[in-house]
């Protein structure tokens, strides 16, 4: 069996009239991600990771922010058609990592609705989704809360 692992970051920043999605779930808050799609960092981080393990560029490469077709896009589709992307070159989720560094909301309460989101879009079993969630120690832009990152790393396998 062959092993490979990927590491995958994205940020964007917060602002007055957008949805905050995360994880593939909206959550309630006075503030939201702005990006070309729905800008969900914690999705874009583990498809960046699961590109990179497959050597398969990034996401901005496959699902460029400069398209009328991503748009506005549910990031939901932009990981089902990534995973589609590392199996038809032979590769399975083994597993993913991720953290996501925010200051407000509060992530922990999310984080079993994200697992089974994303599980469910990943066709995977919710125990191969972990997500972690950090403050800065109100540092930075995230302690500013002007913006949420995220990190995830991946691991994918395929068959000799």
């Known amino acids: 069996m062959k092993i ?8 964007h920043r917060l602002v007055q009239g957008r949805d905050l999605w995360l994880g593939g779930i909206k959550i309630e808050h006075t503030l939201g991600l702005l990006g070309h799609s729905d800008a969900d960092v914690l999705i ?3 498809c960046d990771a699961l590109l990179g393990a497959a050597n398969m560029r990034d996401i901005g490469y496959h699902f460029p ?9 549910d990031s939901k589709i932009i990981l089902r058609e990534t995973m589609k992307l590392i199996a038809d070159k032979g ?8 953290t996501i560094c925010a200051e407000r909301p509060k992530i922990n309460p ?10 469910e879009v990943m066709q995977t079993d919710e125990d191969n989704i972990s997500i972690k969630a950090t403050t800065t ?8 809360e002007e ?14």
């Open 4 to 11: 490979r692992v990927g590491m995958g970051f994205d940020v």
């Open 44 to 46: 874009h981080a583990i």
């Open 65 to 73: 922010d400069t398209s009328d077709d991503t748009l506005n896009m």
């Open 91 to 98: 590769y399975r989720l083994g597993n993913v990592d991720a």
């Open 110 to 119: 999310h984080v079993p609705a994200m697992r089974k989101c994303l599980a």
């Open 137 to 144: 120690e109100r540092l930075g832009f995230t302690g500013r």
């Open 147 to 160: 913006g949420i990152s995220a990190y995830a790393v991946v691991l994918i396998e395929k068959d000799s």
